[in-house]
T-cell receptor, first 113, second 113 residues
């Protein structure tokens, strides 16, 4: 069956450290993968997109990697801050032309001051 | 300001009643989506529309209906046939491009009493 998995346990780290979140998928062949941030009671906000032919993408303190062999994406936040505390969702396309995204259930990140 | 709006933010409904959730966007996006989010779970696609006057069922369409008479508007009706309607409902829109970054509204929390 097709699945997209993120660690359901919250990630708790100290301010200033690097947070690394994982997104694994099975039985999909996505053309791209996206990461979103969601704060409690609010809609998700787009952060980064990485295409299947890209290994790594960076935006300020954020870095995303995409390994189509391992079927995995890693999302890193360097020099983390308490304001980075939120739930982070990964999403991938189904590899068709439907413009639909499949979302993971998200990982909650808590950054302690 | 360009954006996507949903109303109301909170909605209470008695069992057996139909209720309509509003979603409006002024981003000139062709595609629009409705998702349902339950606690601790990812976003599940209810319906989506890639163009005016056309829409397709998502993964959990039973008990829901939509219309797309205008490019800017994509209302969702939760009917009495939906067995467990209490949830957080999110509307999103996107350009019909390969990258397909989605812009989300603030959400409507529906509670059935």
């Amino acid at each position: 069956s097709q699945k997209i998995e993120q660690n359901s346990e919250a990630l708790n780290i100290q301010e200033g450290k690097t947070a690394t979140l994982t997104c694994n998928y099975t039985n999909y062949s996505p053309a791209y993968l996206q990461w979103y941030r969601q704060d409690p009671g609010r809609g998700p906000v787009f952060l980064l997109l990485i295409r299947e032919n890209e290994k790594e993408k960076r935006k300020e303190r954020l870095k995303v990697t995409f390994d189509t062999t391992l079927k995995q994406s890693l999302f890193h936040i360097t020099a983390s801050q308490p304001a980075d505390s939120a739930t982070y969702l990964c999403a991938l396309d189904k590899g068709d032309s439907s413009y639909k995204l499949i979302f993971g259930s998200g990982t909650r990140l808590l950054v302690r001051p | 300001d360009g954006g996507i709006t949903q109303s109301p933010k909170y909605l209470f409904r008695k069992e057996g009643q139909n209720v309509t959730l509003s979603c409006e966007q002024n981003l000139n996006h062709d595609a629009m989506y409705w998702y349902r989010q339950d606690p601790g779970q990812g976003l599940r696609l209810i319906y989506y529309s890639q163009i005016v006057n056309d829409f397709q069922k998502g993964d959990i369409a039973e008990g829901y209906s939509v219309s797309r008479e205008k490019k800017e508007s994509f209302p969702l009706t939760v009917t009495s046939a939906q067995k467990n309607p209490t949830a957080f409902y999110l509307c999103a829109s996107s350009l019909r491009t390969l990258s397909n970054e989605q812009f989300f509204g603030p959400g409507t929390r529906l509670t059935v009493l």
